[in-house]
Nanobody
Framework: QVQLVESGGGLVQAGGSLRLSCLAS????????MGWFRQAPGKEREFVAG????????DYADSVKGRFTISRDNAKNTVYLQMNGLKSEDTALYYC?????????????????WGQGTQVTVSS
């Protein structure tokens, strides 16, 4: 089982930037897709961004395309989410997730490892 620990969340003004990090331990995740999800109060957990095992392919939710960038460093067992142009609607608890497969999936069921989450709050 892999353990995932997120960091980098915080309070930022609208239009600002944050960089989230996710460190994996317990086993390598270099063979697995990784994803970022978020959950706002009263809403379901939703897919934000995903990256394939090799880092060659990325996918994003329409709401964050052009503003967020996912990347990974397999040598460091770490995944990142660079968030620019933040909006108040980006406010949520952000989770890192380890995929069951090498390719990107949008459903939470395709991920079998989850971090505890890091809070992102965007003030308008």
């Amino acid at each position: 089982q892999v353990q995932l620990v997120e960091s980098g969340g915080g309070l930022v003004q609208a239009g600002g930037s944050l960089r989230l990090s996710c460190l994996a331990s317990g086993r390598t995740v270099s063979d697995n897709a990784m994803g970022w999800f978020r959950q706002a109060p009263g809403k379901e957990r939703e897919f934000v961004a995903g990256i394939s095992w090799s880092g060659t392919y990325m996918d994003y939710a329409d709401s964050v395309k052009g503003r967020f960038t996912i990347s990974r460093d397999n040598a460091k067992n770490t995944v990142y989410l660079q968030m620019n142009g933040l909006k108040s609607e980006d406010t949520a608890l952000y989770y890192c997730a380890g995929g069951r497969y090498g390719g990107i999936r949008h459903s939470t069921g395709a991920y079998d490892s989850w971090g505890q989450g890091t809070q992102v709050t965007v003030s308008s």
